[in-house]
């Protein structure tokens, strides 16, 4: 088979491995028909076929995209992505087939690798501009040297070479604002600018002059990375699939949505929304730990005014049990524990008060011995006022 190839094919190993899977290939003539023949007629008549089904009912064996701009035919390369192992242009009108044969075939009996497969699929058309609609079966016959103009490299990947690339199908289709938006880096500069403007783009789909608005943000988004990205094809896959679904997207008011006020995340680019995240981060992390803070003086409160009526020693491990809370908070409360002993009415005017603007930690801690001596003279002296 390898001497039946096509010459301007250099060491054709990956597409002989390719083509040994098949008994029989479907093959679709150029007067339209097709059928299920014996892969030799294929090898022995190459020019009566227009195209070839590699992927069949039963495997997936290559990753196909179709391209129908001409201008979009290296945006593999721009992307990132793996050299395709066969580059197939139609002499007459310049559409393009890209494929990427695989080292091993993806079994359809398998969801979960079917899933995967697919997943990678829909993410490459999404980032080079290929033809959503193409169904990734059959492709242009690479053999035909009379119809296409090929480009042959010998090589063919497994789909772990392509799990960077791949963009969440949950996220992208996700018409709602309702949900949490993950804008964090994905160490791809396509990926992350195709993220950011995809769901600026679902707020505004709706707008007449769409495009504009795309090309704008597009720009400004670019400027974040140290090297800009050609957005051409990224910003044609967002504007097709805003105007396709623009009817779709649901429309969100400015209420906000946690306990800390905080109002969603729009519009910000990738900097500037990290930023963001981290502060929000900081005020929340700092609102926990007051809480947290006044329900311990809290427990403490009412630890030492039932070790009171109980007529029980004020100790920190007594305090602890009581409130049951550890020793060590217990001792690291020691400030509030010297301003509750020292309330001698027993009563506490503001615990808000009190537990924030207490010392966590004290910076003189109570000696036990005179801690035990300091706050018994106060137990007598609240026995004396409860009696």
């Not at 391209?67 to 390369?77: K, P, T, Y």
């Not at 087939?97 to 398998?110: E, F, I, M, Q, T």
């Amino acid at each position: 088979m390898n001497k039946i190839l096509p010459n301007s094919f250099q060491r054709p190993k990956e597409l002989y491995k390719t083509l040994q899977r098949f008994n029989k290939i479907r093959l679709y003539s150029t007067y339209g028909w097709n059928n299920i023949l014996p892969i030799k007629y294929l090898i022995k008549n190459p020019n009566k076929y227009c195209q070839i089904q590699l992927n069949t009912g039963h495997q997936f064996n290559a990753i196909i995209m179709d391209i129908d701009d001409e201008d979009l035919l290296a945006e593999w390369s721009v992307v990132g992505l793996p050299t395709p192992s066969i580059q197939t242009i139609n002499k007459y009108n310049n559409k393009a087939h890209l494929v990427w044969l695989l080292n091993s075939p993806v079994s359809k009996k398998s969801k979960k690798a079917v899933r995967y497969y697919k997943a990678i699929v829909n993410s490459i058309k999404l980032l080079i501009g290929a033809d959503q609609a193409y169904q990734n079966h059959q492709t242009k016959n690479f053999l035909n040297n009379e119809l296409y103009r090929v480009t042959y490299n010998d090589l063919a990947y497994d789909l772990a070479d392509f799990r960077n690339f791949i963009v969440r199908d949950d996220k992208y289709k996700s018409f709602g604002e309702d949900r949490v938006l993950d804008l964090s880096s994905t160490g791809s500069r396509h990926i992350d600018l195709f993220n950011q403007l995809r769901f600026y783009g679902y707020k505004i789909a709706r707008y007449k002059d769409l495009s504009e608005k795309l090309e704008h943000r597009a720009e400004i988004l670019n400027e974040q990375f140290e090297s800009p990205i050609k957005p051409r094809a990224i910003i044609k896959s967002v504007y097709e699939y805003c105007e396709e679904n623009k009817y779709n997207f649901r429309k969100t008011d400015n209420t906000t949505t946690s306990a800390m006020g905080f109002k969603k995340i729009k519009n910000l680019s990738q900097i500037d929304y990290r930023k963001e995240v981290a502060e929000r981060q900081s005020k929340s992390a700092s609102r926990t730990k007051d809480i947290k803070r006044i329900k311990t003086a809290s427990k403490i409160k009412i630890a030492l005014e039932i070790l009171i009526r109980h007529k029980t020693k004020l100790t920190y491990t007594n305090i602890a049990k009581q409130a049951r809370i550890s020793l060590s908070t217990a001792k690291r409360y020691s400030k509030i524990v010297e301003i509750f002993s020292k309330k001698n009415d027993g009563v506490i005017s503001s615990l808000r008060l009190i537990a924030l603007e207490a010392e966590e930690r004290s910076t003189k801690h109570i000696k036990c011995c005179c801690a035990v001596s300091y706050i018994y003279e106060f137990q007598l002296f609240k026995v004396k006022l409860l009696n």
